[in-house]
Nanobody
Framework: QVQLVESGGGLVQPGGSLRLSCAAS????????MGWYRQALGKQRELVAA???????NYADSVKGRFTISRDNARKTVALQMNSLKPEDTAVYYC???????????????WGQGTQVTVSS
């Protein structure tokens, strides 16, 4: 079994910072892309940032210059440093990873349980 466990959400004032972390554990042969998605109330889930196994990064336009995604392949972790937070960043943030559990199995998407980020004064 594979688990993605997130931590680091909370309440922060506009302009503040938060750091989200996610650790993958379980029966893992390889991990391709890892990333963060978010879903605000009444909206669809959207990609925030993603990083490949070789370190290529992709960001949503709305967070470019403010958020930074990083990854530690040895520890099977991914983090999202969020600076200059805005009220519109308020959402549940989900960790995602494309994981192969056995060498001959296909990649499959795994999700964390979600962590709430609220930006409000």
């Amino acid at each position: 079994q594979v688990q993605l466990v997130e931590s680091g959400g909370g309440l922060v004032q506009p302009g503040g910072s938060l750091r989200l972390s996610c650790a993958a554990s379980g029966s893992i042969f390889s991990i391709r892309d890892m990333g963060w998605y978010r879903q605000a109330l009444g909206k669809q889930r959207e990609l925030v940032a993603a990083v490949t196994s070789v370190g290529s990064r992709n960001y949503a336009d709305s967070v470019k210059g403010r958020f930074t995604i990083s990854r530690d392949n040895a520890r099977k972790t991914v983090a999202l440093q969020m600076n200059s937070l805005k009220p519109e960043d308020t959402a549940v943030y989900y960790c995602n990873a494309q994981i192969q559990t056995v060498s001959y199995y296909p990649l499959r998407d795994y999700w964390g349980q979600g962590t709430q980020v609220t930006v409000s004064s």
